[in-house]
């Protein structure tokens, strides 16, 4: 007889096993599944190995019924227990290094509105550091750079804020000023155009986005696009103030000048904040026309608002082409007196000294330092004096007057298409 049990040999007569000492004929040795029927109880020696079967069928006996439709309860819930409290915990603990991240981007924020951009910049990085997917983080990061390569930073910091965030419109805005103030123009319109395209559906936003793009065009002497996008921030936002502005800047730029006399108007009467800066500007449109009394009324304006160095070198200006050379080169002196670091200062004064008496020991005195600043800078009083004679009908004069400017800057495309119109002109 074997036992039923182990499978060990057991004589006859023997009532336990002599090797698991299970009663022989008997249920001593067995164990009942869910179900109440008997199933043999296997120890945990060698005889598992040599009984895996029984072993395994005793395990599922306690899960499965005998026609595999039961399922013990048991075997789902401590496993969804366990999975439910790690899942809690990864949340808690996610939630818990989030409110930290935002402790430290709150901390760096007021660090950066006191200035402090060195340890505003520790706070953001540690911001970044627990929760890498935040753009506001990065683009926050990318004010605190200072330095000669603080804006390679930016650009990598507000890069990495589109990475996360490729649909983030203060990431695409904040990069395309990146690269209009490096000069990298058709970035610059790439993401300006990227900003239009997130928001159509809000048209405050959507009108700064072209009026910005059409700012671009304007830098890039495009000024058909320019005005395209001005207009169409215009018509998203009619109070868009910088559009006015941008279109303002381009309609004088192609000889609209009514036009841009017209924008600066809006200005003047709406915009509130730059006042001066838009009398200033149509004094100049009104020079460019020829109309000097209003050029002159809209320039002592500025100055009663603003009485700053550019503002005197206009009506400076005006001056010299109302012939009045005593006036303009006291408003010259006056503009190098406030800013004696700006060439095209010293280059009008230097003109005026040489119209007013031939004064040529003045103007080579004023010219000089005037070389010595910023030579393509005093190129701007050669266009300002070819502006002048065109609008008398001097186009000869005027285009001597370019090619003066365009000896001290030969690559000005703006000089160069002045100067194409008063050679046309000129016929």
Not at 16 to 36: D, H, L, Q, R
Not at 162 to 190: C, F, H, M
Not at 199 to 210: C, G, L, Q, R, W
Request: charged share 25%; net charge neutral.
């Amino acid at each position: 007889m074997f036992c039923q049990s182990c499978g060990s040999k057991i004589d006859d007569g023997v009532k336990f096993c002599p090797s698991c000492g299970i009663a022989v004929n008997s249920v001593e040795g067995y164990i009942k599944n869910t179900e109440g029927e008997v199933q043999p109880v296997v120890p945990v020696n060698a005889s598992v190995v040599q009984n895996s079967n029984t072993l395994i069928s005793n395990v599922l006996g306690y899960v499965f019924n005998k026609n595999n439709k039961k399922v013990n309860p048991i075997v789902f819930i401590i496993p969804a227990v366990v999975i439910v409290l790690g899942v809690g915990f990864y949340f808690l603990n996610n939630k818990r290094v989030s409110a930290n991240a935002e402790k430290h981007f709150s901390l760096g924020k007021d660090l950066l509105d006191k200035d402090d951009r060195i340890n505003a910049e520790k706070e953001f990085s540690e911001a970044i550091r627990l929760n890498p997917k935040k753009a506001e983080y990065y683009i926050s990061r990318s004010h605190t750079y200072i330095g000669d390569n603080w804006l390679d930073k930016a650009i990598a910091d507000v890069s990495a804020a589109i990475k996360v965030e490729p649909k983030s419109v203060n990431a695409w805005s904040s990069r395309g000023i990146l690269y209009e103030i490096t000069g990298q123009n058709d970035k610059a319109i790439s993401d300006y155009s990227e900003w239009i395209t997130l928001t159509t559906s809000d048209n405050i936003e959507n009108s700064k986005a072209y009026a910005a793009r059409g700012w671009v065009y304007n830098f890039e002497l495009d000024y058909s696009k320019a005005i395209a996008d001005c207009s169409k921030a215009i018509e998203l936002n009619p109070l868009n103030f910088g559009a006015y502005s941008g279109r303002a800047y381009a309609y004088s730029h192609v000889g609209e000048y009514y036009k841009s006399i017209e924008d600066r108007t809006f200005l003047i009467n709406n915009d509130g904040q730059n006042t001066a800066s838009n009398y200033n500007s149509r004094a100049f449109q009104y020079f460019y026309i020829g109309r000097y009394n209003d050029a002159l009324a809209d320039i002592n304006k500025a100055i009663s608002i603003d009485p700053n160095a550019h503002y005197y070198d206009t009506r400076g200006t005006i001056y010299r082409a109302m012939k009045n050379w005593d006036r303009a080169i006291s408003d010259y002196s006056e503009a190098i007196r406030l800013d004696s670091n700006n060439a095209v200062f010293w280059m009008n004064r230097s003109l005026a000294h040489y119209w007013k008496n031939n004064n040529t020991a003045a103007m080579n005195a004023d010219q000089n330092t005037a070389f010595r600043i910023n030579t393509r800078a005093a190129a701007e009083a050669y266009v300002d004096i070819a502006i002048n004679w065109a609008n008398e009908g001097a186009y000869k004069d005027a285009v001597r007057m370019y090619n003066n400017a365009l000896d001290l800057d030969p690559n000005n495309k703006e000089i160069l298409r002045r100067k194409a119109e008063a050679e046309e002109k000129a016929q």
